[in-house]
Each structure stands twice: as structure tokens, then as C-alpha cells.
């Protein structure tokens, strides 16, 4: 049976295909994008990185009420078009005026060595947090949630990774407070978040590493995925999202064709299967995934959604292409990471090689 464009539910929100647009950084605020993937026929489009506290450089964020407007733009743009949208609630768990600087020194320095002081000072953060500082964050996600609502979301997507994955990895937090206790501070946050706003849809987006290959940093070990699920399901999350976990290096999240060991179709699929085994919530897989018979395959093992980032770069359309059988007219994403983590290495709007090719072939 087919089951891509059959309605499916998050929480008690319908969506009414199994398509997501994984959250993706477009470099800009991406209005006229969103536009084209919800024409494309996309069922949910995930904002991604939306702050809790006010953001670095003024991107949308909903610690409070300012960016209204321009959520609400895109909550229009998508439900004109049937499609819902989700923000993506994060807390940037770094020396704020530090990366400001850096960012302004980054002709200078360069996308990569700005992304690897980055990192650098997320080391130590988790740990150097008071309790009452841990505490604080927490509201921030309450209070963002409650906002969310507000603005007019339905859905808010928790992102496991960042701060929630350092605080989920025994590799950045060594606490000896509650939240020592590797899935306490995850699970404080989607209760504070379901209390705040008990109407709101709770994705959750599950990060997960292993170590042997060693692959990610922040977010759950492989054989901690029941534990953190189990919690995370008690706490209010109503879905997962799976995708490997972060704090390493793009290249292991965002992995591009040639990547030694996450090759292929699906090279997220272990990740989620080890979700899919003991959760009782949907589950969305990202991970190249970008042909219809491979996306219902895995809807026939039990994911209830395929979540796309490159793919819908490439080709917004996809979605209506595989609905009217048009798959030999879809541009398929190469892997090649050229235009889009090229995109953000460099701070430059995220595009791709295929689409610019073919709009030069047009002019
Ligand atoms: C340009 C770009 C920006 C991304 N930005 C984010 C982000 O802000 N938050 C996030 O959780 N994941 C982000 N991702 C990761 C995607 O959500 C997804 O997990 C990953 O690209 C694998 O899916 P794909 O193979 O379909 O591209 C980004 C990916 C790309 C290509």
C-alpha cells in the first residue's frame, strides 16, 4: 500500500502527506523558499534554529513577541498551501558576545576555523552552568513555547542536539546536580514546554551518536535510545525526528556522497531504527533520502515520515512530482554539499549547483 500521501497526525495536529522538510539553515530568512517547498506540497516545513533567548545576528527567534510578524507570514504561506511549520526551539549554548565577534572577524578567519572556535567554546558549557542557570534555560523553552502558541504554531520541534545534546552526552556533562542524570535536563525541558503550552504538538528531534565508528558527540548513545525515549515519551514528547548526532563536524551530519561510512540512501536508517524499536510515538528519518520507492519502503517498516533537507533544495517539487508520478522530471539532489553547507561555511544564502545550472540555462 501507499502510504507517502496518507493524512498522519503529530500529537493531535493533521498533516496531510508524510513529507517534512527537515529543519534546514537557508543563510537568510527564506520566506519566498518556504513559499516554493509549500507550493511543492511539502505536509511540514520545520523552521530551523529558532532561539530561545534573543538570537546572534537577528535571526527570527521567539523569546518574544518580535518576530510575530514574520512567523506568521510563513504560517499563511504554508497553510494556503495545506502545509503546517514548525519552529525549531533551540538555546545557542555559546559565549554569545564571543561568536558575535567572531562572526564579524570571519572574512578574516574563514567559515571553517569560525565553526571550529565555535565549537570549541561550546566545550565546558553544560558543565559550567549553575543549577539555577540550568533552571533558567528551561523557562526560556516554556516561555518560547507559550509564544510559539501565540504566533499561531501548532507544532514546535525540541532540538535535541545543541545544549539538550550536551547535556544527553556523557561526553560534555559530567554534573553532579539532577541534572547529572544524562536524560534529566531533555526531559525537564518538553515537560516545562508541554505545561506551557499543553495545545502545542511536541516534536522532538533525537540525536544519536556511536562509538564504534565514532560518529557525533553531543546526543544519545545508540544503546541509551530506550532510556532517553521511554523519558522523553513520559515528559510529553508526542514524535521524534532522528538524525545523528552533533558536535563534531558537519561533514558526519550533513554527509555528503562521498562520506566514507554514512553512504547511500537512508545512512540515518540504523539511527532510527533503534528509535522505531521502542518508541510508540511517529517517527521521521532524515538521511538522503530522495526516491519515492525508498521513502515507502520506509513507511512499510514503520516510520510515519520521511524528512528531506537537500532533496527539497534541489528540487522544492519533489513532493508533487512523485504524487503525479512525474519522477523522471525531478532533480536529484547529487550529495555534492556544494551550494548548501558550502552555502553556510561561507555565510552565503544556502543554494545548489543544479538549480543555478539550470537557471542559467534558462536565461
Ligand atoms: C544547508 C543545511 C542546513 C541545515 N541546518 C540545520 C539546522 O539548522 N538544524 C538542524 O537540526 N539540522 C540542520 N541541517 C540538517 C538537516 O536537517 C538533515 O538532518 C541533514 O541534512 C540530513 O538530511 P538530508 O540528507 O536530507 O539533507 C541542515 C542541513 C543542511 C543541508
Not at 552552568?129 to 501565540?150: D, H, K, M, P, Y
Not at 545543541?162 to 547535556?167: A, D, E, T, V, W
Request: a negative charge; aromatic letters at 8%.
Amino acid at each position: 500500500m501507499e502510504r507517502l500521501f496518507t493524512l498522519a497526525k503529530i500529537g493531535t495536529v493533521e498533516l496531510k502527506n508524510r513529507i517534512v522538510f527537515a529543519p534546514t539553515s537557508l543563510g537568510e530568512r527564506g520566506t519566498e523558499f518556504y513559499r516554493e517547498i509549500a507550493e511543492g506540497g511539502t505536509g511540514l516545513i520545520i523552521l530551523p534554529d529558532v532561539a530561545v533567548q534573543p538570537s546572534m545576528l537577528g535571526a527570527p527567534s521567539l523569546d518574544s513577541e518580535r518576530f510575530f510578524p514574520y512567523f506568521r507570514q510563513i504560517l499563511e504561506i504554508c497553510r494556503e498551501n495545506g502545509c503546517e511549520a514548525a519552529p525549531q526551539l533551540f538555546f545557542q549554548e555559546y559565549d554569545l558576545a564571543y561568536v558575535g565577534s567572531l562572526f564579524r572577524q570571519r572574512m578574516s578567519l574563514g567559515g571553517d576555523e569560525v565553526r571550529r572556535k565555535m565549537a570549541e567554546n561550546v566545550n565546558g558549557y553544560c558543565d559550567s552552568l549553575t543549577t539555577e542557570q540550568a533552571e533558567e534555560i528551561i523557562s526560556r523553552f516554556a516561555v518560547a513555547a507559550g509564544n510559539a502558541q501565540s504566533a499561531g504554531f501548532r507544532i514546535v520541534q525540541i532540538h535535541g542536539d545543541r545544549l539538550l545534546g550536551s547535556f544527553s552526552s556523557a561526553l560534555f556533562n559530567h554534573r553532579t546536580d539532577r541534572y547529572g542524570e544524562l536524560t534529566a535536563f531533555p526531559a525537564a525541558v518538553v515537560r516545562a514546554v508541554k505545561e506551557a503550552a499543553p495545545d502545542l504538538a511536541i516534536d522532538y528531534k533525537l540525536t544519536v551518536r556511536t562509538e564504534e565508528p565514532a560518529l557525533g558527540r553531543g546526543g544519545v548513545l545508540i544503546s541509551e535510545v530506550p532510556c532517553f525515549v521511554k523519558a522523553l515519551e513520559e515528559a510529553g514528547a508526542d514524535s521524534f525526528h532522528v538524525a545523528i548526532a552533533n558536535h563534531s563536524n558537519l561533514r558526519d551530519t550533513i554527509p555528503s556522497a562521498g562520506h566514507p561510512l554514512l553512504q547511500g540512501e537512508g545512512c540515518f536508517r540504523h539511527l532510527g531504527e533503534a528509535v522505531l524499536s521502542c518508541s510508540s510515538r511517529p517517527v521521521c528519518l532524515v538521511g538522503k533520502i530522495q526516491h519515492r520507492q525508498f521513502a515507502e519502503e520506509l513507511l512499510e517498516q514503520g516510520f510515519a515520515f520521511a524528512g528531506l533537507s537537500r532533496q527539497l533544495i534541489a528540487d522544492p517539487r519533489w513532493p508533487e512530482k512523485v504524487r503525479e508520478g512525474k519522477e523522471n522530471e525531478i532533480r536529484y539532489c547529487t550529495y555534492c554539499n556544494q551550494r548548501c553547507v558550502g552555502g553556510i561555511m561561507k555565510n552565503q544564502p544556502v543554494s545548489c549547483i543544479l538549480r543555478e545550472s539550470e537557471d542559467r540555462k534558462e536565461k
